[in-house]
């Protein structure tokens, strides 16, 4: 497919990502391949990157229903209407395929009992359909339930809110998603109170948990490791997409 750029001139873009962590490798991959360092991107305060004629920028907004109030914020408080706008992030895996590390478009976004909202493929990875839910799988057992129950390959808490804003807002976009913890990882059940609304690590409590629970921290070098992985194949990713 012919990038999201090319050719194009005058053209604004919007690349929205929950987490600052996200953002961080994405703009890592692109100042390591463009040799320009680059600010990492921080809640609502977006870096602005200039590729192939395109003006883009580059904003955190926050984990699930946080995502939803302020990158709706950002559209209308400041009269920000882009040609084009990429939602990237991280997912969990839920089917045999999508293992950590593991790259996807996301082209179908179920949200039950709403209707399935179909994006527009972009043809830069493998296809997937994401489910939406706004907890934590923290059992594969979980994982494979909602498989056999929902059949998406995916799930994650801000696909679902970004399709319809810009679907509602018409503006074309797309979802690429890297697979952060696979179908047979299993999560800690503190982990979804590690990240506060604003997308930043939420050190305090996660120092907390461990000193409470010292176990978590073979847990927490597992998942930096697969974060390195799922950080550095977005980045690849969105890369190729501008």
């Known amino acids: 497919m012919t990038k999201v750029g090319h050719n194009s001139s005058t053209k ?8 600052e962590v996200e953002a961080a490798a994405v703009i890592r991959v692109l100042s ?53 706008a990429l939602l990237a992030g991280f997912s969990g895996g839920l089917s045999p395929q999508s293992n950590a590390g593991m790259a996807f478009e996301v082209i179908q976004v179920r949200n039950p009992p709403h209707t399935p909202i179909l ?8 296809s997937a359909a994401s489910f939406h839910f ?11 339930k909602c498989y056999q129950t929902t059949g998406c390959d995916l799930v994650d808490m801000e696909s679902s809110y970004f399709s319809q804003t810009m679907k509602c807002s018409e503006i074309p976009f797309g979802i690429l ?14 982990a979804i109170h590690w990240v506060d609304t604003k997308g930043k690590l939420a050190l305090g409590r996660l120092i907390r948990d461990v ?32």
Not at 134 to 144: I, N, Q, R, V, Y
């Open 12 to 19: 604004r873009g919007l690349v929205a990502f929950a987490l």
């Open 32 to 84: 390591n391949r463009d040799g320009v360092p680059l600010p990492s991107p921080r809640f609502c305060f977006p870096t602005t990157v200039q590729r192939s004629g395109w003006e883009w920028q580059m904003c955190v907004f926050g984990p699930g229903e946080a995502f939803d109030r302020h990158l709706t914020w950002h559209l209308q408080e400041l009269a920000f209407k882009p040609d084009f």
């Open 119 to 126: 994006v527009p493929p972009m043809g830069l990875a493998p």
């Open 134 to 144: 706004t907890g934590l799988f923290s059992h594969p057992s979980d994982k494979a």
């Open 177 to 190: 998603r890297t697979v952060s913890d696979g179908p047979k990882d299993a999560l800690p059940v503190q």
């Open 211 to 242: 000193l409470r629970s010292p176990g978590l921290v073979r847990d927490l070098f597992r998942l930096a490791k697969a974060s390195n992985t799922a950080g550095k194949n977005l980045g690849d990713l969105v890369l190729s997409a501008l």
